[in-house]
Nanobody, 125 residues
Framework: QVQLRESGGGLVQAGGSLRLSCAASGRTFSTYAMGWFRQAPGKEREFVAAIRWSGDLTYYADSMKGRFTISTDNAKNTGYLQMNSLKPEDTAVYYC??????????????????WGQGTQVTVSS
């Protein structure tokens, strides 16, 4: 079993930056995928980015490309989401998740076995 814990959310002005962390406990594998998703009130859970835990392969939602960067530190068993040029529409609860296989299906919340509790990101205008 894998347990995930997000941190790093908060309040930031438009154009600012935040770095979210996802600390994992339990056994993980280099082929596992870590995904970041977000959900705003009244909206569906949205894919943000995903990474193979080894750090060599990534996916990004089109709206995040050039602004967000996903990464891992396997020695610390921690994943990160660096968010730059934040916009008010980025306001949401951000969740990290893990699934055993990294493939295009990692762009969907379906199939993720493990989820963190979420961390609130609020971007003011």
């Amino acid at each position: 079993q894998v347990q995930l814990r997000e941190s790093g959310g908060g309040l930031v002005q438009a154009g600012g930056s935040l770095r979210l962390s996802c600390a994992a406990s339990g056994r993980t594998f280099s082929t596992y995928a870590m995904g970041w998703f977000r959900q705003a009130p009244g909206k569906e859970r949205e894919f943000v980015a995903a990474i193979r835990w080894s750090g060599d392969l990534t996916y990004y939602a089109d709206s995040m490309k050039g602004r967000f960067t996903i990464s891992t530190d396997n020695a610390k068993n921690t994943g990160y989401l660096q968010m730059n040029s934040l916009k008010p529409e980025d306001t949401a609860v951000y969740y990290c998740a893990a699934r055993p296989i990294f493939n295009p299906g990692a762009r969907s919340a379906q199939g993720y076995d493990y989820w963190g509790q979420g961390t609130q990101v609020t971007v003011s205008s």
